[in-house]
């Protein structure tokens, strides 16, 4: 095995099964990797083969996993030409790099049109053909599909999701309204905004941080405008 030779006790059933016994491989993964099994077979009248018969199995009990993405998951994103993931193996054999999978899925459910590329090593991307476009018309949560597969033969299915939003917010009310000529005294501005699908309007600029300062057009009137307050 991958620490070298196991200890075993070795049995039979009389006439031609024998049997090996040890303890138990653990399942944490410090026993995981490739065993070799020796056997030189031979009969009661002396004939036996020269060299040993060899025979190779994989212990795996920790599946290979991924370590980062880009866009990360639940992240959200406003421009995007590409996917990837970056595999960790835990066989001790390697990532197989070529059978391991990565897609991107639009918010319908079907995969976005693109080709993998890989670095030969553990990271595979999805590069986008064309890259998403910027109007606000593809916006939505997008999952990013990944097959790991390591060279024992172990894979496993990832699917994490992120969301893609390019449109930008705006205005639907503002009180007082446009234009509209103000006698009495106020003391609150109102607006009110929409996003869409999108990621949410950022309410940073009304956090305390910023101001309203009057300054006047011409003569006769005044607009309000915004101002970072020091």
Request: charged fraction near 25%.
């Amino acid at each position: 095995g991958p620490k070298g030779t196991i200890g075993a006790n070795k049995a039979d059933d009389g006439k031609n099964t024998i049997y090996l016994n040890f303890k138990a491989l653990k399942v944490d993964g410090s026993d995981d990797g490739a065993y070799r099994i020796e056997v030189i077979p031979q009969d009661l009248a002396g004939n036996k083969y020269q060299s040993p018969v060899l025979f190779e199995f994989f212990y795996i009990t920790q599946k290979p996993e991924i370590i980062s993405t880009s866009p990360e998951e639940k992240t959200f994103v406003s421009q995007l030409n590409q996917v990837s993931a970056v595999l960790e193996d835990h066989s001790g054999e390697g990532i197989d790099i070529k059978q391991s999978t990565i897609r991107l899925i639009a918010p319908d459910g079907k995969t976005v049109s693109g080709r993998q590329t890989d670095d030969r090593n553990v990271t595979i991307r999805w590069i986008l053909e064309p890259p998403l476009p910027t109007d606000g018309t593809a916006d939505g949560e997008y999952t990013i599909s990944v097959l790991a597969v390591d060279k024992a033969g172990s894979q496993a299915t990832y699917q994490l999701k992120f969301f893609y939003d390019s449109g930008i917010p705006k205005i639907t009310k503002i009180s007082p309204a446009d234009s509209e000529a103000i006698y009495e005294p106020i003391s609150k501005i109102t607006i009110t905004l929409t996003d869409g699908t999108g990621s949410g309007v950022d309410l940073a600029i009304l956090d305390g941080e910023a101001a309203l300062a009057a300054q006047p057009d011409d003569a006769d009137d005044w607009r309000l405008t915004s101002r970072n307050s020091s």
